[in-house]
């Protein structure tokens, strides 16, 4: 994934170090990270940026001989500032 060009990248203000995150995984669950802070971004702009990070996720999973289960699958947007 991060090869694909996602994930997160911030500075973390008490360690002082530069973090990057890509997913989250425990066995058969997975949190995906998607963050965009260029100026001008739209909520409509990071949900189709989430879908196509979805969308390649999907397909290594399926490489692999795995699969979603969209009975087991949520998403969120969260902001920490005003969305047009």
């Known amino acids: 994934m991060k090869s694909e060009g996602y994930g997160y990248e911030a ?26 802070d260029a100026p001008g971004v739209t909520s409509a702009d990071l949900i189709d940026e989430a879908q196509l990070e979805l969308s390649t996720w999907e397909g290594l999973l399926s490489a692999t001989g795995g699969a979603l289960s969209p009975e087991m699958s949520y998403w969120y947007l969260v902001s920490g500032g005003s969305w047009t």
């Open 11 to 36: 500075w973390g203000p008490i360690s002082q170090r530069a973090m990057t995150l890509v997913c989250f995984g425990f066995v058969d669950d997975t949190d995906l990270i998607l963050n965009n």
